[in-house]
């Protein structure tokens, strides 16, 4: 039975056909059975018993007429002509007879009649011969003596040659009967067969046919069932158990599979479809959110923009200013030459003696009053460094402001992801204009650093050369000194006014590279207000991307209800 439920249904299928097909075989080989033996028997009955009993009947006939004929030969007053005409027609049914019982020889007798034909064929020459003995007598002219002879010779033997010839007649209607009656009899043998056979292959088949599909509908029907639950979105089926290994033992666990991957896979779709809505709040939030900060980021852009004007105006009017500081020293220069030059001229002018002390009076004070130039000049440049200091670390404020900016609106990029790709390029740009100005700031900061030292020593030696020219003045307008200590005094003021010489060439190439780095400033604030008009373009495409961001938000969260009122119609 296990072995039944666990074959193939296209196999059951097959057994029952072939089951059926062995009861058709039966059905179809006991009728043809059957019909063969009728065949046989009618073939038999025409070949060896109808045939035999014609040709015999036929041969009595022929015999009656001769007979009939040699009656006439022998009694009827003929002439010689229908004589001969009679005796002529008699040979031929004579031939007729021989043919006749030649012919049924030749039909397949059995032995009974076999046995017969010693009698027959011995009282049949008898016959013959004592007819033409007769036949003699009355050709001879004695009618009379040859019928009797007729009557007394021959006669016996041709009753004996029609008696057996009846006797096999009677014989082969006899055994036709019986032959016929066998027939009869097998065929209502065979129809009962077939009858019986058929009624037993109908019912087997109605029985196999109907176990077979149950079988096959029994399961298939509790298949059936749970797949128009599952139509139905009723997932809480219970599994279809079967232990059988044909095609709906597969197709039930493949159902069964199916049940629980479609349950797997709308538990895992709601939870999905809750986590998409609440995604998608979150995402509509943060898109709120990303679009506050990129309007935060415009604002601060558009600060920052104005901020590099505004910077960009103070850089032009320091480098105005640090033009007017350069030109100061370099006119300080050429007069510390002048005064270097003179000096050198008093040192001369004192080995000349005390007579041209009024005019080195009268030179220190010019040198007093060249130095009071040089020293102001000194201070307003100690003044415009530390003016520059002051812008510098402005510029540095403004390009760590800008790093910031650059830097926040970078994270804002990477959170808006591929949207926010190319404002992310524009904020890597920014930032790296500020890193540029931060450090252009801190070159200056540390030129400004050494100016102001240069600077300083300047104006502690232009200190020191005032009042050593102060005190020259006093010593040569009190002519408390000698002319040694005025030589000597004359070339400490030489080496001083040489030193500040040296100094204010040191600020003037030095105020020559403030005015080069204040250019440069200039270049790059420009660059930053460009900049800033591209990352303000980016912030406001970003705001249009956010936006859209927001309403395939919002287009997601009613997809994610959609899904939901989808799942809920199914039962898991």
């Known amino acids: 039975m296990k072995a039944l439920l666990n074959l193939k249904v296209g196999t059951k299928i097959i057994t029952l056909v072939m089951l059926m097909a062995v009861f058709l075989s039966v059905v179809g080989y006991t009728g043809y059975y059957n019909n063969l033996k009728s065949n046989e028997i009618i073939n038999t009955l025409y070949t060896d018993k109808l045939k035999s009993i014609s040709l015999l009947k036929e041969a009595r006939a022929v015999n009656r007429n001769i007979q009939g004929m040699l009656y006439r030969l022998l009694t009827a007053p003929l002439t010689q002509a229908e004589y001969l005409e009679l005796k002529t027609e008699m040979e031929t049914q004579i031939n007729q007879f021989n043919e006749n019982w030649t012919n049924y020889k030749q039909t397949n007798p059995d032995t009974y009649e076999q046995d017969r034909f010693p009698t027959f064929e011995t009282a049949l020459e008898q016959y013959r011969t004592e007819r033409e003995k007769a036949l003699a007598i009355a050709s001879a002219g004695n009618g009379e003596e040859g019928f009797r002879y007729f009557t007394s010779e021959v006669t016996p033997h041709m009753e004996k040659v029609n008696s057996i010839l009846l006797e096999i007649s009677d014989y082969n209607d006899q055994t036709s009967k019986e032959m016929m009656d066998q027939a009869n009899e097998d065929f209502k043998s065979s129809t009962r067969t077939i009858i019986i056979v058929l009624a037993a292959a109908v019912l087997l088949a109605i029985a196999v046919g109907t176990f077979i599909g149950r079988l096959v509908s029994v399961p298939l029907n509790k298949v059936v069932a749970n797949v128009n639950e599952i139509a139905r979105g009723n997932l809480t089926v219970e599994e279809v158990r079967l232990d059988t290994k044909d095609e709906i033992g597969i197709l039930a666990k493949a159902v069964n599979q199916m049940t629980a991957n479609l349950k797997n896979l709308i538990q895992h779709v709601s939870v999905s479809a809750e986590q998409v809505a609440s995604s998608s709040e979150e995402l509509s939030a943060s898109s709120e959110q990303q679009a506050l900060a990129t309007s935060q980021v415009a604002t601060a852009i558009t600060d920052v923009a104005t901020g590099t004007e505004k910077q960009s105006m103070a850089i032009d009017e320091t480098s105005t200013a640090i033009e007017q500081i350069s030109a100061a020293i370099q006119q300080v220069a050429a007069t510390s ?204 495409e970003q705001s249009a991307s956010v936006e859209q961001i927001s309403s395939s938000s919002q287009s997601l969260a009613k997809m994610a209800q959609d899904l939901q009122l989808a799942v809920s119609k199914f039962s898991v």
């Not at 040198?367 to 009071?372: L, Q, V």
């Not at 050494?450 to 104006?459: L, M, S």
């Open 337 to 540: 030459s002048e005064v270097a030059e003179q000096a050198s001229n008093t040192s001369l002018s004192a080995k000349d003696g005390q007579k041209i002390i009024d005019q080195a009076i009268k030179q220190m004070n010019k040198i007093g009053h060249a130095t009071d130039i040089t020293q102001g000049a000194v201070d307003k440049l100690a003044l415009g460094s530390r003016m520059i200091g002051e812008i510098t670390d402005v510029i540095s404020d403004i390009a760590s402001q800008t790093n910031l900016l650059a830097l926040n609106a970078a994270i804002e990029a990477a959170r808006a992801g591929e949207q926010g790709r190319g404002f992310a390029v524009v904020a890597e740009e920014v930032r790296k204009l500020a890193e540029q100005s931060s450090k252009a700031a801190n070159q200056i900061a540390e030129l400004i650093n050494e100016n102001q030292a240069n600077i300083n020593n300047a104006v502690t030696a232009m200190l020191a050369g005032n009042q050593d020219v102060k005190n020259g003045i006093e010593m040569v307008s009190s002519v408390g000194a000698t002319f040694e200590q005025i030589a000597g005094s004359i070339n400490q003021s030489v080496s001083s006014i040489q030193e500040v010489s040296a100094s204010v060439e040191e600020m003037a190439r030095g105020s020559q590279q403030i005015v080069n780095s204040i250019n440069q400033i200039d270049t790059i604030s420009k660059q930053n207000l460009s900049q800033s008009q591209t990352v303000s373009a980016a912030t406001e």
